[in-house]
């Protein structure tokens, strides 16, 4: 569990970057069992504009393709596994965030001022055995302790209690249900039933409450409307508080910055002074602080200009209870994403440099300049709202503030705390399950006053490796004048080199899980002082790494947590971070048929020997030479996402192990999008390539068209930029030398780009329109040697 020390609930409610409001009034709920009717369903867009419910709660809902048909798509939606029950939340439901869905229920749950409130849905066919749908209530309701519960469903039980005249055997389970978790019910004995058909009526639509304060706020009606279903609406009604956060964006690109600017003038001399004053690193946090404030107060984008963020997918949507429901609200649920995420640091503290720092110059304006002029005017800003736009219009008009403030930060050798604190936002990962914290990529929004100073930082390290020759020249990664087509073409080259040779050879690819978030500072600052360089560049580097925050925006307030590890993805500095410590293990004596390489956190081995039982020993002990290092770094090697090849014409080649696992082999592996097999012939490659153009290709013609809907500049264009940029990727090794076999390959391949770009008959030779556009991978008399393809791909690169 989290420490008071490292948990933050929220800022307090005067915090200047945020803005919080309580309401008191009425939340409606809806419920209705919908028969399947699609004419039922298409009801639900009458009862919302006459009742105005926050959440309508549906059994049996009309389902086309897997969702609830024809409501709005405004409107979220979630169903139980088997579609009978179904949770509507309106535009007027703040947030609402997703529990679970069962066989027969459906639960999501909102915030309030009460503490928060879970809705369940529920269904029981007449059919089933009603303990199934009981038992499942009884697990979430057990999990959610004594917090509030709204249970709306169709149980098809018969009770006196409820409306009935008899009482059957489902009723009795109901009941006895009811008295086990101290469930109140809402339904009245006299009301009018919530079933009629042909004559005949009933009251199988219950709805429980659990919480004495919750039960006695609601009221319960069952409606008139005309439903075209045998089922009546019922209405809920409850009287409920709930908080609103807003945290504020400004439309910085429509204007208004002269009078921003006229305004931050007023406050110039005394922020400069303030600044120039600051001893400590508390007392240049507080006029970091005074700084953020100052910008932001003196924007002129208020009503209309100010823009609250409203994504589509708040990050309240991802916070689901990943197939275990426990008791918390919405800040519970984001401290448990920052818990996984970011786990504490068991490392030891590393000791202060004791040696004396080497004096460096001053950061001049030009440095701030140009690193501004260069900045990305559309990156989403940090949490004090301040973008790019606004910095450079600060720099531009009143340089000497960052300036003044860049330089006590050298001198200090101190990163602001406030420049720390990252708002993470959530990226669902391509084919993961949507229902594990792992399953996103945290992206970290940093604040752009910060980014400046990292960027400036990064220079002058990078000046200083460069100068001292100590990066190896076998990574790839993050380096200036270095790219894939690099590192690719260079493995390729070791690879062929050993073939020719007539040597057995094992290509061995390591996949390091969550690389970037996992690497310790401990690691990080002892890299630094491995340059043997300490200056106010490194000691500054290195307060980076202390007192990091990361927060989840939520409608409750943002949460908190202590990053202890780990590179923030979206920070200037991470990468280089991790090129640092990357650097110890690539620099390590090997053997000289031992090859490493990296590109960034993408490790790879080529090792070559004469003989099978060699190839296992020497492939073994380069693994255990680099396992030594993992392990002194914390880092962890998934033995399910590595892989070997084997290049020889052994039989059976031998198999290498890590920690006691063997590492499976394959006939192919995937390196930085380019396809390696063991025959070197690309053809995996190119098949692979050739279906994902095939999809990329008819995904434009279902979108736009046979012609693309685009005038043939636009075509041409379209095809240049992006699918002969996906042929070409990595031709600079697989190009050569290139077959017949291959060359029909990749015409065949052009060839439906052509047709759509020309607009010519689907009989037209794939030669003729190569000459017609003057478009050609490879030219007639470069097709055996791949020259015109590496040249091309040289060419696209620079498009």
């Known amino acids: 569990m989290a420490t008071t020390d490292n948990f933050l609930l929220q800022h307090p409610p005067h915090h200047q970057h945020s803005t919080s409001s309580t309401t008191t009034n009425k939340t409606t709920f809806l419920q209705i069992n919908l028969r399947k009717s699609e004419i039922a369903t298409s009801t639900l867009l009458e009862a919302s504009d006459s009742h105005n419910p926050s959440i309508i709660l549906v059994q049996e809902p009309y389902i086309l393709d897997g969702k609830i048909a024809g409501i709005p798509r405004s409107w979220n939606q979630w169903l139980s596994k088997n579609n009978k029950a179904g949770i509507i939340s309106l535009p007027s439901c703040d947030k609402p965030v997703f529990l679970q869905s069962t066989v027969n229920s459906t639960a999501l749950k909102i915030q309030t001022e009460q503490g928060p409130l879970t809705v369940i849905s529920a269904y029981s066919s007449p059919y089933k055995n009603i303990m199934e749908t009981l038992q499942e209530l009884h697990s979430v309701l057990t999990d959610l302790g004594d917090e509030r519960v709204l249970i709306c469903a169709d149980l098809n039980a ?151 963020v409203k994504n589509k997918h708040p990050p309240a949507e991802l916070f689901k209870q990943f197939g275990n429901p426990s008791s918390g609200d919405t800040k519970s649920f984001a401290l448990k994403i920052l818990q996984e995420l970011y786990p504490p640091s068991h490392s030891p503290a590393t000791p202060p440099n004791c040696f004396p720092l080497i004096q460096e110059p001053q950061i001049t304006k030009n440095e701030i300049r140009r690193i501004l002029k260069k900045a990305p005017t559309k990156k989403a800003p940090g949490f004090d709202a301040i973008d790019y736009i606004v910095l450079k219009e600060v720099n531009n008009s009143f340089p000497e503030i960052l300036h003044t403030f860049y330089n006590k930060c050298y001198q200090l050798h101190c990163f602001p705390e406030p420049l720390k604190k990252g708002i993470i936002v959530l990226f669902h990962k391509d ?65 062929q080199d050993a073939k020719n040779k007539q040597l057995h050879t094992m290509v061995i690819s390591l996949d390091i899980q969550g690389a970037f978030d996992h690497l310790q500072y401990n690691s990080i600052r002892n890299s630094l002082d491995e340059i043997n360089f300490p200056s106010h560049t490194i000691e500054t580097l290195k307060d980076i790494l202390t007192d990091r925050k990361v927060t989840i925006q939520t409608a409750q307030g943002p949460v908190s947590w202590s990053q202890q590890q780990g590179c923030a993805q979206g920070s200037c500095t991470g990468p280089m971070f991790w090129n640092l410590v990357a650097n110890e293990i690539i620099s390590e004596e090997w053997q000289p048929n031992v090859h490493l390489q990296a590109f960034a956190d993408d490790f790879i081995f080529v090792i070559s020997e004469p003989t099978g039982a060699k190839l296992k020993a020497t492939a073994q002990a380069a693994l255990t030479k680099f396992q030594h290092w993992t392990d002194k770094h914390q880092l962890k090697v998934s033995t399910e996402k590595s892989t070997t090849i084997l290049i020889s014409r052994l039989v059976s080649g031998p198999r290498v192990k890590w920690d006691n696992q063997i590492i499976k082999r394959s006939t192919s592996l995937k390196y930085l999008g380019v396809i390696i097999d063991n025959k070197l012939n690309w053809a995996d490659h190119l098949i692979n390539m050739k279906t994902k153009l095939t999809h990329l290709h008819q995904k434009i013609t279902r979108i736009a068209g046979t012609n693309w809907g685009l005038n043939k500049d636009l075509r041409r264009r379209l095809y240049k930029t992006v699918a002969e940029r996906m042929i070409l990727h990595g031709a600079a090794a697989w190009a050569y030398p290139l077959s017949a076999r291959q060359s029909r390959l990749l015409n065949s391949i052009q060839r439906k780009f052509l047709l759509n770009i020309t607009g010519a008959y689907s009989t037209t030779p794939t030669a003729a329109l190569q000459v017609i556009e003057g478009i050609y991978l490879t030219a007639p008399h470069q097709s055996r040697t791949g020259s015109g393809l590496r040249q091309n791909s040289q060419t696209a690169q620079n498009i």
């Open 431 to 495: 084919s993961k399950e949507a229902d594990k914290i792992k399953s996103y990529r945290p992206v970290t929004l940093l604040p752009t006053i910060g980014k400046v100073l990292e960027q400036i930082l990064l220079r002058r390290l990078n000046h200083t490796l460069k100068k001292k020759n100590i990066l190896h020249h076998n990574q790839f990664g993050f380096r200036e004048g270095r790219s894939t087509d690099d590192a690719i073409h260079q493995l390729v080259e070791k690879i």
């Open 158 to 308: 018969h009770s006196r209690i409820w409306g009935y005249a008899n009482e059957d055997t489902r009723g009795a389970q109901v009941e006895d249900f009811l008295l086990a978790q101290q469930l109140y019910l809402l339904n009245e004995t006299n009301s009018p039933p919530t079933f009629e058909h042909r004559g005949r009526k009933g009251w199988p639509d219950l709805s429980f409450i659990k919480g004495t304060d919750f039960a006695n706020s609601c009221t319960w009606k069952v409606l008139e409307d005309y439903t075209h279903s045998d089922h009546k609406y019922i209405l809920i009604e409850a009287l409920l508080s709930q908080s609103h956060y807003s945290y504020p964006r400004f439309k910085t690109a429509y204007g208004g910055h002269r009078r921003m600017l006229q305004h931050l003038g007023q406050k110039t001399k005394q922020l400069v002074q303030q600044i120039e004053e600051s001893n400590t690193k508390d007392h240049l946090a507080k006029a970091t602080e005074e700084l953020q404030k100052a910008i932001f107060a003196a924007n002129p984008y208020g009503r209309p200009y100010k823009a609250v």
